[in-house]
């Protein structure tokens, strides 16, 4: 069954803080009665989905009598998925107007309990295709027209017969998935709340506890003896508890083994990778084109250390800012300056932008109790997208907003060309919508751009988002191999071994054998603060999603008709088939270097440009 409950995107950046007035306009806050007319409707409608879940066990067993049992079935369920999360939807964007309601939060509970009972009361569905066989399922498909679009979900669901065990060892895995994820739990208590972050003095005289928020912003910092001093507390505050974070984030890891082994796959990785059919080479190329382009790496920490002005760069000078852009950009000026940067991708596109930014389909500004950061929620399937954004009128926000609208026009292209059962799209496809506009973007920005310094700027700030999801995703893509591979050969991984592992992939990314970038070993400890590490190998899709849609963006500068035709094909084809061939058919091979060769080509004409600007005086 196809849920896409929160579309949204995680694009790193996003730590928008609420700090702006509420601007009045309602023009500027989502429309949710296009979702329900009144919360009695919501209610009535919640009403309603329950009864029907509790009468779908009448189709257990159903599915193999024949072919229009089965679409019967398929249709009724589709039906209802589709009813759950339009009634999820709302809930979920209800709650985030105001996180403190708890009357907003009650209903975004109830609705989570009736998608978790609807997850239960359907769980029998893919052991059932499972024991029908691939044969009489083929037989199904081509009998009867209308299973036409359940067909990728039934293959999809006959793909996983290897990695699918005895109904007895099932239950078990079942019953192991909350034990084993525990250390995930754990991290986020220690992490958020019991750690005891500690408190330094900075140049201004005030005292300040460091913890997460205080020193993501702190490491910001201009002066430099108070960027060295936040990283010596912050890394030393999780030095003290390196073995116990390492003994944890251990445990999370030899349960994704265990789990991979139990399900007959080769890896952990080859487990992870079975979701989306990614082939193993695709990671694989990433991360050897990455170590392959990182001279070119280096050539940026150079410019870094130039423009900063330190002869000894370090690693705490990494987040250091170089430039500021100082415009300011409101709503309309995102929305017009959106719209002539997406130009290139033609009318059909852009007319998508014009109605959307007409109707309200987002709630713009940040307001008291509004949840932060950005993201679309595109799962009303029957209704637009919506969008959360925190507006805060900065060169960031214009960012942001154009990203979130290449998710938003992704939703409806697929809803257009695709039903409900195939307009599932994976991460993978999802952030090349949203990336290739943050690429087009930056392009219109720099060519309109009137003075050098605001070039300068702009240059900045796109090689920084190349640092920042393309390097340092694919480093932490590798430490998550090395650290996998070293649990399956049944090594111990302490928090010390885990130490070394992390300095020998930050100061080899950081050239610091070759005087680039002085890493202290006192950083190497970073992996114990990473949450990402308790989620898979998820972080290489933001990397290939940056080599992916920057290639893309090229290409439709450089061929024009043929290749844009490709990317609207690509946003169409939604979860019609898996996100390797879409990008195939785009045009592009991610196992192949042609995408990542063609990111680092861009670094180098950036950083070209960047160095012609500061020569210029
Ligand atoms: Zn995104």
């Given at each position: 069954m196809?849920r896409?409950?929160?579309?949204?995107?995680?694009?790193?950046?996003l730590a928008?803080t609420a700090?702006?007035?509420?601007k009045g306009?309602?023009?500027?806050?989502?429309?949710?009665?296009?979702?329900?007319?009144t919360?009695?409707?919501?209610?009535?409608?919640?009403?309603a989905?329950e009864?029907?879940?509790g009468?779908?066990?009448?189709?257990?067993?159903?599915?193999?009598r024949?072919?229009?049992s089965?679409?019967?079935?398929?249709?009724?369920l589709g039906?209802l998925?589709k009813?759950?999360?339009?009634?999820?939807?709302?809930?979920?964007l209800?709650?985030d107007?105001?996180?403190?309601?708890?009357a907003?939060?009650?209903?975004?509970?109830?609705?989570a309990t009736?998608l978790?009972?609807?997850?239960?009361?359907?769980a029998?569905?893919?052991?059932?295709?499972?024991?029908i066989?691939?044969?009489?399922?083929e037989?199904?498909?081509?009998?009867?027209?209308?299973l036409k679009?359940?067909?990728?979900?039934?293959?999809?669901?006959?793909r996983?017969?290897?990695?699918?065990?005895s109904?007895?060892t099932e239950?078990v895995?079942?019953?192991?998935?909350?034990?084993?994820?525990q250390?995930g739990?754990?991290?986020?208590?220690?992490?958020?709340?019991?750690l005891?972050?500690?408190?330094?003095?900075l140049?201004?005289?005030?005292?300040?506890?460091?913890?997460?928020a205080?020193?993501e912003k702190?490491?910001?910092?201009?002066?430099?003896?108070d960027?060295?001093?936040?990283?010596?507390a912050?890394w030393?505050?999780?030095?003290?508890f390196?073995?116990?974070l390492?003994?944890n984030?251990q445990?999370a890891m030899l349960?994704?083994?265990?789990?991979?082994?139990a399900?007959k796959f080769?890896s952990?990785?080859?487990q992870?990778?079975?979701a989306d059919?990614?082939?193993?080479p695709v990671?694989?190329?990433l991360i050897a084109e990455?170590?392959r382009?990182?001279?070119?790496?280096?050539?940026?920490?150079?410019?870094?250390?130039?423009?900063?002005?330190?002869?000894?760069?370090?690693?705490?000078?990494?987040y250091?800012?170089l430039?500021s852009?100082?415009n300011?950009?409101?709503v309309?000026?995102?929305k017009r300056?959106?719209?002539?940067?997406?130009?290139?991708?033609?009318?059909e596109?852009?007319d998508?932008l014009?109605?959307?930014?007409?109707?309200?389909?987002?709630?713009?500004?940040p307001q008291?109790?509004?949840?932060?950061?950005a993201?679309?929620?595109g799962?009303?399937?029957?209704?637009h997208p919506?969008?959360?954004?925190?507006?805060?009128?900065?060169?960031?926000?214009?960012s942001v907003f154009?990203h979130e609208w290449?998710h938003?026009v992704h939703?409806?292209?697929?809803?257009r060309?695709?039903?409900?059962?195939?307009?599932n799209?994976?991460?993978?496809?999802a952030?090349?919508?949203?990336?290739t506009?943050?690429?087009?973007?930056?392009?219109h920005?720099l060519a309109?751009?009137k003075?050098?310094e605001?070039?300068i700027a702009?240059?900045n700030?796109?090689?920084?988002?190349i640092?920042g999801?393309y390097?340092?995703q694919?480093?932490?893509?590798?430490f998550?191999?090395?650290?996998?591979?070293?649990?399956?050969k049944?090594?111990?991984l302490t928090g010390?071994r885990?130490t070394?592992?992390?300095c020998d992939?930050?100061?080899?990314?950081h050239?610091a054998?070759?005087?680039?970038?002085?890493?202290?070993p006192?950083?190497?400890?970073?992996w114990a603060?990473?949450p990402?590490?308790?989620?898979?190998?998820?972080?290489?899709?933001?990397?290939t999603?940056?080599?992916g849609?920057?290639?893309?963006a090229?290409?439709i500068?450089?061929?024009?008709e043929?290749a844009?035709?490709?990317f609207?094909a690509?946003?169409?084809?939604?979860?019609s088939?898996?996100?390797y061939?879409l990008?195939?058919?785009?045009?592009v091979?991610m196992?192949?270097?042609?995408?990542?060769r063609?990111?680092?080509?861009r670094?180098?004409?950036?950083?070209?440009?960047?160095?012609?600007?500061?020569?210029?005086?």
């Amino acid at each position: 069954m196809s849920r896409i409950l929160l579309a949204a995107c995680a694009s790193l950046l996003l730590a928008a803080t609420a700090v702006a007035a509420p601007k009045g306009d309602p023009a500027l806050v989502w429309e949710l009665s296009d979702l329900f007319p009144t919360v009695a409707a919501w209610d009535t409608e919640r009403a309603a989905i329950e009864k029907e879940i509790g009468g779908i066990t009448r189709f257990k067993g159903t599915l193999g009598r024949d072919a229009k049992s089965m679409l019967k079935a398929m249709d009724t369920l589709g039906a209802l998925d589709k009813r759950l999360a339009r009634l999820a939807v709302y809930a979920s964007l209800k709650s985030d107007e105001d996180v403190r309601a708890s009357a907003e939060q009650a209903r975004n509970q109830s609705a989570a309990t009736l998608l978790s009972r609807f997850g239960e009361a359907t769980a029998w569905i893919r052991p059932e295709v499972l024991a029908i066989g691939a044969a009489k399922v083929e037989s199904f498909i081509a009998a009867e027209g209308g299973l036409k679009k359940n067909a990728f979900f039934l293959r999809d669901t006959l793909r996983g017969a290897p990695h699918t065990l005895s109904p007895e060892t099932e239950d078990v895995l079942a019953q192991s998935a909350n034990p084993l994820g525990q250390p995930g739990q754990v991290y986020s208590i220690f992490a958020n709340g019991e750690l005891p972050y500690p408190t330094v003095t900075l140049s201004d005289g005030k005292a300040l506890k460091l913890d997460q928020a205080a020193y993501e912003k702190n490491r910001q910092s201009s002066n430099r003896a108070d960027r060295k001093k936040v990283f010596d507390a912050f890394w030393g505050s999780f030095k003290a508890f390196e073995g116990t974070l390492g003994a944890n984030l251990q445990a999370a890891m030899l349960g994704n083994v265990f789990n991979a082994k139990a399900r007959k796959f080769k890896s952990a990785l080859d487990q992870s990778l079975f979701a989306d059919n990614m082939p193993e080479p695709v990671v694989r190329t990433l991360i050897a084109e990455v170590n392959r382009a990182l001279p070119t790496f280096h050539r940026y920490l150079k410019l870094r250390a130039r423009m900063l002005k330190v002869k000894d760069l370090a690693y705490y000078d990494v987040y250091a800012p170089l430039t500021s852009i100082k415009n300011t950009y409101n709503v309309d000026d995102s929305k017009r300056l959106t719209l002539a940067a997406l130009a290139p991708f033609g009318a059909e596109y852009t007319d998508i932008l014009k109605d959307g930014f007409a109707k309200r389909w987002m709630h713009v500004y940040p307001q008291p109790g509004k949840a932060s950061g950005a993201y679309m929620n595109g799962a009303a399937y029957d209704v637009h997208p919506y969008l959360l954004l925190n507006h805060n009128d900065d060169y960031d926000s214009l960012s942001v907003f154009a990203h979130e609208w290449g998710h938003a026009v992704h939703s409806v292209l697929t809803k257009r060309a695709q039903p409900y059962e195939l307009s599932n799209y994976a991460t993978f496809t999802a952030e090349t919508a949203s990336i290739t506009n943050e690429v087009l973007l930056f392009e219109h920005m720099l060519a309109q751009a009137k003075t050098r310094e605001e070039k300068i700027a702009f240059l900045n700030e796109a090689l920084d988002q190349i640092r920042g999801s393309y390097f340092r995703q694919t480093m932490f893509a590798e430490f998550l191999l090395n650290t996998h591979t070293l649990a399956e050969k049944g090594e111990p991984l302490t928090g010390e071994r885990m130490t070394q592992v992390y300095c020998d992939l930050l100061r080899r990314y950081h050239g610091a054998a070759k005087d680039v970038m002085k890493v202290d070993p006192a950083y190497c400890v970073e992996w114990a603060f990473i949450p990402h590490f308790y989620r898979g190998f998820y972080v290489y899709n933001y990397a290939t999603s940056m080599a992916g849609g920057a290639y893309l963006a090229d290409a439709i500068a450089k061929q024009g008709e043929p290749a844009r035709k490709k990317f609207i094909a690509l946003l169409s084809a939604g979860g019609s088939d898996y996100p390797y061939n879409l990008y195939k058919t785009a045009g592009v091979d991610m196992a192949t270097p042609t995408p990542y060769r063609a990111l680092e080509a861009r670094m180098n004409r950036i950083m070209d440009e960047m160095e012609k600007l500061l020569a210029e005086k």
